[in-house]
Protein backbone atom coordinates (compact mmCIF):
# COMPACT_ATOMS: atom_id res chain seq x y z
CA UNK A 1 0.00 0.00 0.00
CA UNK A 2 1.08 3.43 -0.99
CA UNK A 3 1.09 6.59 1.24
CA UNK A 4 0.14 9.45 -1.04
CA UNK A 5 1.75 12.88 0.00
CA UNK A 6 0.79 16.50 0.76
CA UNK A 7 2.63 19.81 0.18
CA UNK A 8 2.50 21.99 2.68
CA UNK A 9 4.50 25.08 3.17
CA UNK A 10 7.53 23.34 0.94
CA UNK A 11 6.76 20.22 3.26
CA UNK A 12 5.78 16.89 2.25
CA UNK A 13 3.18 15.89 4.04
CA UNK A 14 1.54 11.72 4.54
CA UNK A 15 -1.94 11.80 3.69
CA UNK A 16 -3.90 9.76 5.87
CA UNK A 17 -5.05 6.40 3.99
CA UNK A 18 -8.25 5.89 4.73
CA UNK A 19 -8.46 2.19 5.97
CA UNK A 20 -9.76 1.81 9.18
CA UNK A 21 -8.07 -0.03 12.12
CA UNK A 22 -11.07 -2.84 12.34
CA UNK A 23 -10.75 -3.58 8.37
CA UNK A 24 -6.83 -3.38 8.67
CA UNK A 25 -6.30 -5.81 11.31
CA UNK A 26 -8.76 -7.90 9.23
CA UNK A 27 -6.34 -7.89 6.04
CA UNK A 28 -3.94 -9.13 7.86
CA UNK A 29 -2.59 -13.05 7.83
CA UNK A 30 -0.52 -12.57 10.72
CA UNK A 31 -2.95 -11.65 13.45
CA UNK A 32 -5.80 -13.90 14.67
CA UNK A 33 -8.68 -13.71 15.76
CA UNK A 34 -7.55 -13.12 18.96
CA UNK A 35 -4.83 -10.58 19.06
CA UNK A 36 -7.44 -8.82 16.93
CA UNK A 37 -9.82 -9.03 19.86
CA UNK A 38 -7.24 -7.82 21.82
CA UNK A 39 -5.90 -4.55 19.98
CA UNK A 40 -9.60 -3.66 19.25
CA UNK A 41 -10.12 -3.74 23.02
CA UNK A 42 -7.17 -1.45 23.79
CA UNK A 43 -8.07 1.05 20.82
CA UNK A 44 -11.50 1.07 22.67
CA UNK A 45 -9.42 1.88 26.45
CA UNK A 46 -7.39 4.78 24.39
CA UNK A 47 -10.68 5.99 22.82
CA UNK A 48 -12.28 6.56 26.03
CA UNK A 49 -9.46 7.83 28.00
CA UNK A 50 -8.49 10.66 25.14
CA UNK A 51 -12.40 11.40 25.59
CA UNK A 52 -11.93 12.17 29.54
CA UNK A 53 -8.72 13.47 29.20
CA UNK A 54 -10.23 16.19 26.90
CA UNK A 55 -12.90 16.51 29.70
CA UNK A 56 -10.80 16.15 32.69
CA UNK A 57 -10.36 20.00 33.99
CA UNK A 58 -13.58 20.95 33.56
CA UNK A 59 -14.40 17.63 35.50
CA UNK A 60 -12.01 18.44 38.49
CA UNK A 61 -9.83 14.81 37.53
CA UNK A 62 -7.14 16.92 37.50
CA UNK A 63 -4.33 16.92 40.52
CA UNK A 64 -3.07 13.43 43.14
CA UNK A 65 -5.70 11.28 44.13
CA UNK A 66 -4.16 11.00 48.01
CA UNK A 67 -2.56 7.43 47.23
CA UNK A 68 0.46 5.90 46.70
CA UNK A 69 1.38 2.97 43.80
CA UNK A 70 3.51 0.00 44.50
CA UNK A 71 6.51 2.20 43.29
CA UNK A 72 6.40 4.89 46.11
CA UNK A 73 4.75 7.30 44.11
CA UNK A 74 1.50 9.50 44.02
CA UNK A 75 -1.36 8.80 41.84
CA UNK A 76 -2.58 11.20 39.90
CA UNK A 77 -6.74 10.82 39.60
CA UNK A 78 -6.30 9.82 35.98
CA UNK A 79 -3.80 7.27 36.74
CA UNK A 80 -6.28 5.35 38.86
CA UNK A 81 -9.10 6.11 36.47
CA UNK A 82 -6.90 4.95 33.24
CA UNK A 83 -6.21 1.92 35.10
CA UNK A 84 -9.46 1.06 36.02
CA UNK A 85 -10.34 1.82 32.02
CA UNK A 86 -7.98 -0.90 31.27
CA UNK A 87 -9.70 -2.97 33.90
CA UNK A 88 -12.89 -2.63 32.65
CA UNK A 89 -12.52 -3.40 28.92
CA UNK A 90 -10.99 -6.85 29.29
CA UNK A 91 -13.07 -8.29 32.25
CA UNK A 92 -15.48 -8.58 29.68
CA UNK A 93 -14.51 -11.30 28.02
CA UNK A 94 -11.98 -12.44 25.82
CA UNK A 95 -8.80 -14.08 25.20
CA UNK A 96 -6.90 -11.47 27.38
CA UNK A 97 -6.53 -13.69 30.65
CA UNK A 98 -4.19 -11.75 32.92
CA UNK A 99 -3.42 -7.88 33.73
CA UNK A 100 -0.44 -6.42 34.67
CA UNK A 101 -0.12 -2.44 35.05
CA UNK A 102 1.63 0.07 36.73
CA UNK A 103 -0.76 0.45 39.10
CA UNK A 104 -1.39 -2.98 40.42
CA UNK A 105 0.20 -4.57 43.14
CA UNK A 106 0.02 -7.56 41.55
CA UNK A 107 -1.61 -8.60 38.57
CA UNK A 108 -4.99 -9.11 37.76
CA UNK A 109 -6.00 -12.82 36.53
CA UNK A 110 -9.20 -13.20 34.65
CA UNK A 111 -9.48 -16.48 35.72
CA UNK A 112 -12.70 -17.33 33.24
CA UNK A 113 -10.88 -15.66 30.43
CA UNK A 114 -7.69 -17.96 30.79
CA UNK A 115 -8.08 -20.89 27.99
CA UNK A 116 -5.56 -22.83 26.06
CA UNK A 117 -5.13 -19.19 23.49
CA UNK A 118 -4.97 -16.63 26.20
CA UNK A 119 -2.47 -13.83 26.60
CA UNK A 120 -1.14 -11.53 29.52
CA UNK A 121 -1.47 -7.83 28.49
CA UNK A 122 1.36 -5.43 30.08
CA UNK A 123 0.79 -1.66 30.31
CA UNK A 124 1.16 1.50 31.27
CA UNK A 125 -2.16 3.20 31.52
CA UNK A 126 -1.10 6.71 31.54
CA UNK A 127 2.37 7.57 30.81
CA UNK A 128 3.92 10.99 31.66
CA UNK A 129 0.78 11.82 34.15
CA UNK A 130 2.64 14.64 36.06
CA UNK A 131 2.05 16.45 32.73
CA UNK A 132 -1.76 16.29 33.18
CA UNK A 133 -2.01 19.38 35.17
CA UNK A 134 -0.26 21.29 32.48
CA UNK A 135 -2.20 19.57 29.35
CA UNK A 136 1.68 18.37 28.33
CA UNK A 137 2.05 15.44 26.58
CA UNK A 138 0.52 11.70 27.82
CA UNK A 139 0.44 8.35 26.13
CA UNK A 140 -0.30 4.67 27.24
CA UNK A 141 2.17 1.58 26.35
CA UNK A 142 1.01 -2.15 26.26
CA UNK A 143 2.82 -5.55 25.29
CA UNK A 144 0.82 -8.64 24.74
CA UNK A 145 2.48 -11.71 25.63
CA UNK A 146 1.00 -15.54 24.96
CA UNK A 147 0.26 -17.54 28.25
CA UNK A 148 1.31 -21.06 28.36
CA UNK A 149 -1.57 -23.87 28.47
CA UNK A 150 -1.81 -24.82 32.15
CA UNK A 151 -0.06 -21.80 33.42
CA UNK A 152 -2.42 -21.27 36.80
CA UNK A 153 -1.46 -17.81 38.36
CA UNK A 154 2.51 -18.09 37.60
CA UNK A 155 3.95 -15.83 36.01
CA UNK A 156 6.74 -17.75 34.87
CA UNK A 157 5.60 -17.79 31.60
CA UNK A 158 5.28 -13.94 31.64
CA UNK A 159 8.53 -12.90 33.28
CA UNK A 160 10.68 -13.57 29.69
CA UNK A 161 12.87 -11.23 27.60
CA UNK A 162 10.99 -9.34 25.43
CA UNK A 163 11.11 -11.08 22.26
CA UNK A 164 8.56 -13.10 23.60
CA UNK A 165 6.17 -10.09 22.71
CA UNK A 166 3.72 -10.79 20.42
CA UNK A 167 2.17 -7.63 19.95
CA UNK A 168 3.47 -3.82 21.66
CA UNK A 169 2.25 -0.64 21.21
CA UNK A 170 1.27 2.80 22.47
CA UNK A 171 -1.16 6.04 22.11
CA UNK A 172 -0.35 9.32 22.24
CA UNK A 173 -2.44 12.02 23.30
CA UNK A 174 -1.59 14.84 21.60
CA UNK A 175 -3.13 17.51 19.15
CA UNK A 176 -4.55 13.99 17.26
CA UNK A 177 -4.84 10.85 19.22
CA UNK A 178 -2.69 8.31 17.68
CA UNK A 179 -2.45 4.62 17.96
CA UNK A 180 0.81 2.91 17.02
CA UNK A 181 1.89 -0.67 17.01
CA UNK A 182 3.24 -3.41 15.63
CA UNK A 183 2.69 -7.33 15.75
CA UNK A 184 6.03 -8.31 14.45
CA UNK A 185 6.11 -7.36 10.93
CA UNK A 186 6.49 -3.69 10.70
CA UNK A 187 4.90 -0.39 12.44
CA UNK A 188 1.88 1.08 11.78
CA UNK A 189 0.37 4.49 12.88
CA UNK A 190 -3.48 5.02 13.20
CA UNK A 191 -4.91 8.79 14.15
CA UNK A 192 -8.80 9.32 15.62
CA UNK A 193 -10.90 10.49 13.72
CA UNK A 194 -13.04 12.86 16.52
CA UNK A 195 -16.35 12.93 13.63
CA UNK A 196 -16.69 9.32 13.54
CA UNK A 197 -14.83 7.80 16.68
CA UNK A 198 -12.48 5.62 14.27
CA UNK A 199 -9.21 4.75 13.66
CA UNK A 200 -7.70 5.83 10.47
CA UNK A 201 -4.68 4.42 9.24
CA UNK A 202 -1.99 7.41 8.82
CA UNK A 203 1.14 5.46 8.01
CA UNK A 204 2.39 1.77 7.94
CA UNK A 205 5.89 0.20 7.63
CA UNK A 206 7.12 2.98 9.57
CA UNK A 207 10.92 3.38 9.33
CA UNK A 208 13.16 5.23 11.93
CA UNK A 209 15.77 7.45 10.06
CA UNK A 210 19.07 5.92 11.12
CA UNK A 211 20.51 8.68 13.21
CA UNK A 212 18.52 11.68 13.82
CA UNK A 213 19.30 15.40 15.13
CA UNK A 214 17.82 16.08 18.85
CA UNK A 215 18.13 13.77 21.75
CA UNK A 216 15.62 13.49 25.15
CA UNK A 217 16.70 13.36 28.33
CA UNK A 218 16.35 14.82 32.13
CA UNK A 219 19.56 16.68 32.20
CA UNK A 220 18.99 17.77 35.62
CA UNK A 221 19.33 14.48 36.86
CA UNK A 222 23.61 14.26 35.13
CA UNK A 223 24.94 14.33 38.28
CA UNK A 224 23.72 10.53 39.45
CA UNK A 225 24.65 9.29 35.87
CA UNK A 226 27.33 6.97 35.30
CA UNK A 227 30.41 8.81 33.60
CA UNK A 228 29.79 6.99 30.22
CA UNK A 229 26.09 8.66 30.22
CA UNK A 230 27.27 12.29 31.00
CA UNK A 231 30.19 11.17 28.07
CA UNK A 232 27.08 10.92 25.54
CA UNK A 233 25.51 13.66 26.31
CA UNK A 234 28.49 15.73 25.75
CA UNK A 235 29.45 14.31 22.44
CA UNK A 236 25.45 15.54 21.41
CA UNK A 237 25.82 18.54 22.61
CA UNK A 238 29.52 18.93 21.16
CA UNK A 239 30.85 20.15 17.85
CA UNK A 240 29.06 19.44 14.61
CA UNK A 241 32.37 18.13 12.72
CA UNK A 242 32.79 15.98 15.84
CA UNK A 243 29.56 14.48 15.87
CA UNK A 244 28.00 17.00 17.99
CA UNK A 245 25.39 20.10 17.65
CA UNK A 246 22.26 17.92 18.51
CA UNK A 247 18.93 19.80 19.95
CA UNK A 248 17.25 18.78 23.27
CA UNK A 249 14.12 17.77 23.17
CA UNK A 250 12.23 16.50 26.03
CA UNK A 251 8.84 16.57 27.07
CA UNK A 252 8.42 14.68 30.32
CA UNK A 253 6.30 11.85 28.86
CA UNK A 254 8.63 8.64 27.60
CA UNK A 255 5.82 8.00 24.93
CA UNK A 256 5.81 11.84 23.76
CA UNK A 257 9.84 11.88 23.21
CA UNK A 258 10.24 8.21 21.80
CA UNK A 259 7.14 9.58 19.27
CA UNK A 260 9.36 12.39 18.04
CA UNK A 261 12.34 9.43 17.37
CA UNK A 262 10.28 6.92 15.78
CA UNK A 263 9.42 9.65 13.06
CA UNK A 264 12.42 11.76 13.01
CA UNK A 265 15.20 9.73 14.80
CA UNK A 266 17.47 10.45 17.45
CA UNK A 267 17.56 9.10 20.71
CA UNK A 268 15.63 9.02 24.31
CA UNK A 269 17.43 8.02 27.06
CA UNK A 270 17.07 7.72 30.84
CA UNK A 271 19.92 6.56 32.58
CA UNK A 272 20.88 4.88 35.74
CA UNK A 273 21.59 6.96 38.61
CA UNK A 274 24.20 6.03 40.60
CA UNK A 275 23.73 5.61 44.91
CA UNK A 276 26.20 5.10 47.68
CA UNK A 277 28.73 4.11 45.45
CA UNK A 278 26.98 0.72 43.99
CA UNK A 279 25.91 -0.02 40.67
CA UNK A 280 23.39 2.24 39.01
CA UNK A 281 19.52 2.00 38.93
CA UNK A 282 16.65 2.46 36.21
CA UNK A 283 13.68 4.05 36.84
CA UNK A 284 11.57 3.22 33.79
CA UNK A 285 9.80 -0.36 33.99
CA UNK A 286 11.24 -3.04 32.31
CA UNK A 287 7.67 -4.70 30.96
CA UNK A 288 5.56 -2.75 30.39
CA UNK A 289 7.72 0.53 29.09
CA UNK A 290 11.15 -0.34 27.96
CA UNK A 291 10.43 -3.90 26.02
CA UNK A 292 6.87 -2.73 24.55
CA UNK A 293 9.08 0.53 22.93
CA UNK A 294 11.85 -1.38 22.15
CA UNK A 295 9.66 -4.02 20.13
CA UNK A 296 8.77 -0.83 18.06
CA UNK A 297 11.99 0.54 17.75
CA UNK A 298 13.82 -2.67 16.39
CA UNK A 299 10.77 -3.08 14.19
CA UNK A 300 10.88 0.28 12.44
CA UNK A 301 15.14 -0.36 12.15
CA UNK A 302 15.61 1.36 15.58
CA UNK A 303 17.17 -0.08 18.93
CA UNK A 304 16.48 0.13 21.90
CA UNK A 305 19.51 -0.82 24.65
CA UNK A 306 19.62 -0.90 28.85
CA UNK A 307 23.31 0.58 28.29
CA UNK A 308 25.41 -2.24 27.60
CA UNK A 309 23.56 -4.53 25.42
CA UNK A 310 19.83 -5.38 23.59
CA UNK A 311 16.65 -4.19 25.95
CA UNK A 312 14.65 -7.24 24.27
CA UNK A 313 16.80 -9.77 25.61
CA UNK A 314 16.48 -8.56 29.15
CA UNK A 315 15.09 -11.54 31.45
CA UNK A 316 13.14 -9.55 34.01
CA UNK A 317 13.03 -10.82 38.16
CA UNK A 318 9.93 -9.65 38.82
CA UNK A 319 7.10 -7.57 36.75
CA UNK A 320 8.33 -4.05 37.88
CA UNK A 321 11.37 -4.18 37.30
CA UNK A 322 13.53 -0.95 36.35
CA UNK A 323 16.16 -0.53 33.90
CA UNK A 324 18.24 2.52 32.43
CA UNK A 325 17.14 2.69 28.71
CA UNK A 326 18.86 4.45 25.53
CA UNK A 327 16.36 4.02 22.21
CA UNK A 328 15.70 5.18 19.03
CA UNK A 329 18.04 5.49 16.56
CA UNK A 330 20.26 2.79 15.36
CA UNK A 331 23.69 4.97 15.55
CA UNK A 332 22.68 6.57 18.25
CA UNK A 333 22.29 3.39 20.41
CA UNK A 334 24.99 1.98 19.07
CA UNK A 335 27.14 4.90 20.00
CA UNK A 336 25.62 4.57 23.59
CA UNK A 337 26.79 1.23 23.90
CA UNK A 338 30.50 2.00 22.74
CA UNK A 339 31.10 4.68 25.21
CA UNK A 340 29.67 1.98 27.76
CA UNK A 341 26.70 4.25 29.35
CA UNK A 342 25.91 2.14 32.08
CA UNK A 343 29.82 1.06 32.74
CA UNK A 344 30.77 -2.67 31.69
CA UNK A 345 27.96 -5.31 31.83
CA UNK A 346 28.42 -7.40 34.94
CA UNK A 347 26.81 -10.77 32.86
Given at each position: MTEPTLEAKGKTMTKPLMMTLDRYLRTRERIGPELIVTIESVAHAVKRI????????????????????????????????????????????????TLISEEMDEPRHLKAQCTRDSFALLYDPLDGSSNTDVNGALGTVFAVRRRKPGHGDSLADVLAAGTEQIAAGYALYGPATMLVFTVGDGV????LDPATGKFMLWREKITMPPRGKT????????AKWHPGARALVDRFTGP?????????RYCGAFVGDFHRCLLNGGIFLYPGEISSGRGSAGKLRLMYEVAPLSMLAEQAGGAGSIGHGRALEVVPGNIHERVPVYIGSAEEVALADKLEVEGRSRS
Open positions: SNELARAALKGELGYSGTVNVHGEEVEKLDAWSDKVFVDAFSAGGPVCSAFVYAVNQANAKDQGGGYSL
